[in-house]
């Protein structure tokens, strides 16, 4: 008994040793809709982005991120920061599902609706301390200093509800010495240089071991004007200096700490709504009354560049064979420009969600319109830039840059799985991820 008591003291001791040779802190930083090119081939494109370029000599880097299904914000975030697909982590799409539009345009802002750990979640089982500027579905979130991303209608109320789901206290705290907080709503740049200056003072102040800051203005940029446009540049060379600012201050506060940039998807231009509820409202499958539905048996889930088909009653077997009917002749109509179909097997095995029964993927230059009404064909598209697409597509790649005192430098990772980028990081904080589809990409010796 006493020899196996010194034995498991040992083997505990050894496990604590073992953490605490591997933890150093990590910052994770996400720039919204930063396709790897812009940073890897910045001087070919005329960027201006030394902050980011310098991870290419100091650390590691992949050669570009294959995403996850679909390729948008929310599920991506989610994937992110848990290591697997969105099919297992439950994050779908941006928006909940809503066949009678009765959400308000909610988002999955709800850290209860992710069903596997997080890396928020690791890091304090771990005894480590953790913060948060508005990173998606982090309402909610077991983290100490959490400033989660949330807004409803865009009024003055914002303010109180996002002050009501912070940590208690932190805003306030923060809004004393810097103002304001910016409204979460406010996605373009002002927003991203606001948010920035309170991660910097939650770093300076909190010290917390694993910080996740979510940039936002490059993709609202791109959505309104495209990719590679000069207003989309010029947001993404001054994203590069709020990088500098949070690489400077985590260096100050951590200088054994890591740090780490990721984007959620790439870009692609886009010319064309399509207007996929029309053949539906058509075919009786959506009954819509004052430009409102009022019934419906199957409804598309707009994913932008994709849209996924839910069935009210999967069990139907009439109104399955109708809508697989449909979507067959949907595909040979150069009008829906749809690129492939997944059936729900296919859909299920590649990380999407299991609620809907087919994914329809749209050509590049094609979005998902927005509204009922949207004519088909359209008179040009709502927005300009657009993701969403199949994340095989070379134009739906995301960025991971990695750097810290523990990171090899000049190292090319290559092509990157998303799911493998939470396992990294936990590793490098000196935890795990255990129900993580991925693996840690950096050698665990050092
Ligand atoms: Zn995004």
């Known amino acids: 008994m006493r020899r196996l008591l010194f034995a498991l003291s040992l083997g505990v001791l050894a496990t604590v040793t073992a953490q605490q040779v591997a933890a150093e802190p990590v910052l994770l930083i996400s720039i919204d809709g930063l396709r790897p090119a812009d940073v890897l081939q910045a001087e070919q494109r005329g960027l201006h982005l030394p902050n980011l370029q310098a991870f290419l000599q100091r650390g590691a880097y992949a050669s ?25 982590h439950g994050i779908f799409a941006n928006l909940t599902f809503d ?16 069903r596997v750990p997080t890396l928020w979640d690791a890091a304090h089982n771990a005894g480590l301390s953790t913060a948060n500027v508005h990173w998606p579905v982090s309402v909610g979130a077991h983290i100490d200093w959490n400033l989660p991303q949330v807004w409803r209608t865009g009024t003055d109320d914002d303010r109180k509800l996002l002050a009501a789901l912070a940590t208690p206290g932190l805003l306030p705290s923060l809004e004393k010495d810097l103002g304001p907080y910016a409204n979460g709503i406010d996605e373009d740049l002002a927003g991203d ?18 910080m996740t800051v979510y940039l936002t203005a490059l993709d609202t940029q791109q959505h309104a004007s495209g990719p590679d446009t000069p207003a989309s540049r010029d947001v993404l060379e001054h994203i590069d200096q709020l990088i500098g600012q949070l690489v400077a ?3 100050h506060v951590h200088p054994d700490g890591a740090i780490a940039v990721v984007s959620d998807h790439g ?11 029309l053949p539906f409202i058509k075919a009786g499958l959506i009954t819509v009354k004052d430009g409102k539905v009022t019934d419906w048996q199957a409804m598309p889930w707009n994913d932008g560049g994709s849209a996924a088909i839910v069935l ?10 109708q809508v697989a009917a449909l979507l067959a002749q ?6 829906f420009a749809i690129d492939h179909v997944l059936d729900h097997a296919q859909l299920v095995a ?13 050509k590049l230059g094609y979005e998902m319109a927005l509204t009922l009404d949207t004519p088909l064909p359209s008179q040009g598209s709502h927005y300009l830039g657009m993701h969403g697409y199949d994340p095989a597509l070379p134009q739906m790649r995301s960025t991971f840059l990695v750097m810290g005192a523990h990171v090899p430098a000049a190292r090319n990772l290559g092509e990157v799985d998303m799911r493998d980028i939470a396992p990294t990081l936990a590793a490098l904080l000196g935890t795990s991820l255990p129900q993580a589809q991925g693996k840690p990409l950096l050698p665990a010796s050092r």
């Open 193 to 210: 240089q606001n948010r920035t200056r309170f991660a910097i003072k939650l770093l300076e102040t909190r010290k917390p071991a694993f």
């Open 99 to 114: 066949p009678y539009g009765k959400n308000q345009q909610g988002w999955y802002w709800y850290a209860s609706d992710i």
């Open 64 to 88: 570009n991120v294959r995403g996850v299904l679909p390729t948008l914000t929310y599920p991506s975030h989610t994937t992110l920061i848990t290591g697997v697909s969105p099919g297992v």
């Open 249 to 251: 201050t985590a260096q």
């Open 330 to 335: 949907l595909q040979t109509d150069p009008l």
């Open 267 to 277: 870009f692609a231009p886009v010319q064309h709504d399509v207007n996929l509820y």
């Open 312 to 321: 009210r009653d999967s069990a139907n077997v009439a109104v399955k064979n």
């Open 350 to 362: 590649q990380g999407g969600t299991p609620k809907a029964e087919w994914f329809v993927q749209f």
